[in-house]
Structure formats: C-alpha cells, structure tokens
C-alpha cells in the first residue's frame, strides 16, 4: 500500500514538474537565427534591460496582458517573480521616465500575429497553441 | 489661465514636430500615454502641516500625465504635465494649475543613456517618483527628506548599468545643470490674523555637478545607493527660514549680513546615503542626507518599514527626523526641525488603484504656523486619506 500510494506520488509530481514545463512556450520571429535562449538573457530582455538577441538582432518583447495566467507562468519561470512585482517595476521605470513596458497583446493569436510580422520580436503564448508558419519556438535554458 | 493655454498649445506643438508621416497605426505604437493620481483628505489638529489644516479638505490632489514618444529605437521624447492642490499651503496659489514636470529627449548608445532638457534628478529612492501614490505607502515620500523643489535638474544626465558578475550590479548617473530650491516658510504671526503668513521662496541653485550610484545586489529586491553633488546656491531669494536662522543675532548685524549676503551665490552640497529592500512580502528603507551651505546645515532622515499580510492588505509604520545647524557670529545653533511618525494601512482595490489611511504625530518647528526656532518644539497631528491610481 505504501508502495503504491509512493508511486502515485511520484506519478503526480512528475505530471506537475511537466505542466509547469509546458505552460507556456517562447516564440520568436521565424527568420530570427536563434534556436535557445538563456533564463537570464530572457528575463533581461523583457524587462528592456537588454535591447538585443544573443544573436545580434535588436529585441522586441511582447507580453501578453495583465491577468494571463500564462502571463504568471511566464514572470514566475522567468523573471523568479510575480506578474505584481514585475508590474510595480514597470511603474517605477515608467514615472522616473526611464522606459516603458513592451508591448501587450490580448491573446495567443495576436502575439503570434505580432511576433510572425515584426523582426525581432520575441514572445511567449500557452503551450498548446497553435504556432503557424510565421513563428518559431526557442528552447530556454538555465 | 493664459500659462495653461501655453502649456497646452505647446504640448500639442511638440507631438504634431514628433509624428512623422506615418500610417496611425505606426504613429500610435510610437506614443505612449500614463498617468498617475492622488486623491487625499486631510485634517490636522490645531497646527496645520504641509497645507493640512484644523479643518477638513479634500482640495490635496497629485496628478500628472505622461507622454512619450519613440523618436527611433534609440532615441525618446518624453513630457510630463504635472498638478497638485496643497490646501492651505502657500504653494497652491503659487503653483500653475498645469505644470511642466519633466520635458526631455533621451538618447541610448550602447549601455550609455543621455537626456537632456528638464529631466527628473536621480536622488534617493523616491525622488523621481515621489509624487506616484501607487508607488508609495503614504500620501508623498517622506518629506523631511524629499523637500519642495530639487526634483528636476535643468541640464543632462548620463547613466550606465554595469554588470559586476553574479548578479551583482551597478546603476550609476551623472548630472550637470541647475535645479529649484523651494522653501515654504511660516513668517512671524503680526503678518496674518490667523497667526501665519507665509512666504514662498524659488531660489536657483547653479552650476550642480553631481551623480547616484545604485549597488543592485543578487537579493532580487535589494539595493543600496550614494549620492551627492556640489553646486553654487543663488543668494537672492534666500531667505525665510535660512533668513530666521541666519539672523538670530542683533538685528540690525542680521539686516547688514543679509544685504550683504543677497548678492552673489554660495557654495553647497548634498549628499545623501541609501537603502531600499523591497521583497514580495515586507519592505525596509532607510535614508540619511545632509545639505549643507556656508553657514546653514540641514540633515535629515527616515527609516520606513511595510508588511503585507494579506494579498491586498499592508501595513506600513515611518520614522522622520531633521535638524537644523547654524553658525554665525553669536555661535552654533542647533535645533530639532522636525520629528515624524506615521503609520499607514494600503488597501489595493485594484491592480492599478490604491486606498490608504494614515496618521502623523509630529513635533518639531515644521508646521505651517511660525514656531521660533530659537524657542521650544511644537506639537502636532494630521491625518490623510487617499486613492492613488496609474496606468
């Protein structure tokens, strides 16, 4: 019996370590040259503390809108931070007049829309969605 | 109402120059627009603070509006119109109803960033967003600290992040120009039936050459900052309570010293030392500065500590303390300029919107009716509360 309630929970540690794997996926502009991107480099990116890829290109983030549950799965996984958080760095970056936050979109098929249309853009939508041929995922390393 | 106009017609001037031939669209993604606001209520008991009165008042307001726009992918234009209301303070009659904050072009090459035009001045946690009430557990930063004016500087400023390796980094800017020195003083009671009057002083001061480092530490959160500069203080419109301190010897040497002493400027400097832990759950901070002129030199400081125990609830408790030393002739005098304790409760009613209740005792000779510096403390409290919201 303890055997089995032992692997059941394993089963389901597994089965959670793999949804929060899989919550949300990063997408880039198809004719972008990379293929992985670091944790750091990405956090950066989508706090505009770094302006380009680590290819080169010049960086456009895009976030999805306040409120996206993937939008928390991102900061978390991301950033090591809440959504909140990120957003309350936001505002002090916005009224010391440093910068401003990229751009949102409302939903997964705007950000791929976005992301397939703009050079450089860079982007995360939830992990089932559908991709097109405009966009390619980035694999994120620690 | 003619400077209103001015400050409209100009802002509209200035977009129209920015925007290029461009679809709406791509002019649209080009310009950004925020805000923020500060709505308060205010009592005080007998003796009035920072234009908080004995009698109730809702005209204490904050407001400003942002505009910035995406010259290219380096290069950003920003206005910021700003308004506040303080009551019963002299400031609220002597404060355009619309009010340039900042207006300045940013420049970024590299990991360098430039501005200039009137540009917020990178001093201490709080003092480019001290008006955000979004961002601040009271109704303003402490204000011992964060006095009026010495907000924006009239020059150029230059910044650089410096990574220092294992998440350790630098944020450090330099400055150059010239900034406001606004004092708001309570002259003696013979001037107003009410026992004050008081006076409004706009002194300039020159030639400030000055910098803040920030030490970004791998404690996400948690930071720690220098800063300081020297500058040549104006001497005309020096006056009211430097003037009150200065002159606490005969009278007639007072009024020689401060003919004398309107001519030219002065040097000074101001320095000040920081830190700023702000985590998920509880935030600490604490300041020390001293500004000094040739014979006047004010120190001050806060420690402020916030607790959210619940997701939208927090609580927050403050500690102010400045001084005053003068010398002169007739020798040092020292007194306690103000002493401030507060305590607040932050209620977010929403992502963007947030409620807060709070309460002062001060004491000290910092209120709006002329306390002798030269004699005995005072005694006081005020309560605000307020909505702030930005977006």
């Known amino acids: 019996m303890k055997r089995i309630i032992l692997t059941v929970a394993a089963l389901g540690l597994f089965a959670a370590q793999r949804l929060e794997a899989q919550e949300f996926q990063v997408v880039v502009n198809a004719g972008a040259s990379l293929t992985e991107i670091s944790r750091g480099d990405l956090s950066k990116i989508f706090q505009k503390k770094k302006n380009k890829l680590p290819s080169g290109e010049s960086a456009n983030p895009v976030d999805l809108g306040t409120g996206a549950a993937v939008r928390e799965s991102f900061s978390q996984a991301v950033h090591g931070r809440s959504a909140n958080q990120i957003a309350a760095y936001w505002q002090q970056q916005i009224f010391s007049g440093r910068g401003v936050p990229p751009e949102e979109k409302a939903s997964d098929d705007e950000v791929i829309a976005y992301v397939s249309s703009t050079p450089g853009a860079i982007g995360y939508v939830s992990a089932g969605a559908s991709l097109g041929s405009g966009v390619k995922t980035l694999e994120v390393s620690d | 109402m003619h400077s209103v106009f001015r400050v409209v017609a100009s802002t509209f001037l200035v977009a129209a120059i920015c925007l290029q031939p461009e679809s709406a669209d791509a002019q649209s993604e080009r310009l950004q627009v925020h805000g923020f606001l500060s709505q308060g209520m205010g009592q005080s008991g007998d003796l009035g603070v920072a ?35 303080l009551a019963h303070s002299p400031l609220s009659d002597a404060l355009d109803d619309v009010f340039v904050d900042w207006g300045f072009v940013q420049s970024r090459y590299g990991s360098v960033t430039f501005r200039a035009g009137k540009v917020p001045m990178p001093r201490g946690i709080f003092n480019e967003t001290r008006d955000v009430g979004t961002l601040l557990p009271f109704y303003r930063a402490p204000l011992s600290f964060y006095t009026e004016g010495i907000e924006t500087i009239d020059g150029i400023t230059s ?52 910098g803040q480092v920030w030490l970004e530490t791998p404690i996400y959160g948690l930071r720690f900052g220098f800063g300081g500069q020297r500058f040549a203080m104006e001497n005309e419109g020096l006056t009211g309570f430097f003037g009150a301190v200065h002159g606490h010897g005969e009278e007639e040497g007072a009024e020689e010293e401060e003919e004398e002493a309107e001519e030219g400027t002065q040097p000074g400097s101001l320095w000040q030392a920081s830190l700023d832990g702000n985590f998920d759950r509880f935030t600490v901070r604490g300041e020390y500065q001293v500004f000094a002129l040739e014979e006047i030199t004010y ?52 992502p963007a919107m947030l409620l807060k209740i709070e309460g002062h005792l001060q004491n000290g000779h910092a209120f709006d009716t002329y306390i002798d510096p ?12 307020s909505i702030a919201v930005a977006f």
């Not at chain 2, 030269?374 to 509360?385: D, E, M, N």
């Open chain 2, 51 to 85: 234009g908080v009165g004995p009698e109730a008042t809702w005209d204490y307001r904050t407001a400003a509006l942002q505009f910035g726009y995406q010259i290219s992918d380096t290069e950003r234009f920003v206005l910021q119109l700003g308004h506040r209301r």
């Open chain 2, 374 to 385: 030269t004699g005995p403390s005072a005694s006081g409290k005020y309560f605000i509360t």
């Open chain 2, 299 to 350: 120190y001050a400081g806060y420690g402020q500590v916030g607790f959210r125990f619940a997701d939208r609830l927090s609580a927050h408790v403050q500690a102010e303390l400045s001084r005053v030393r003068a010398a002169d002739e007739d020798g040092d005098l020292e007194f306690k300029h103000t002493r401030d304790l507060a305590a607040a409760l932050n209620f977010k009613l929403s």
């Open chain 2, 159 to 210: 910044g650089r992040m410096i990574s220092l390796g294992d998440s350790w980094q630098l944020d450090a800017t330099a400055f150059l120009g010239s900034w406001s020195f606004v004092q708001v003083q309570a002259e003696q009671a013979e001037h107003d039936e009410h026992g004050a009057s008081s006076l409004v002083t706009d002194t300039r001061a020159q030639r400030a050459l000055g």
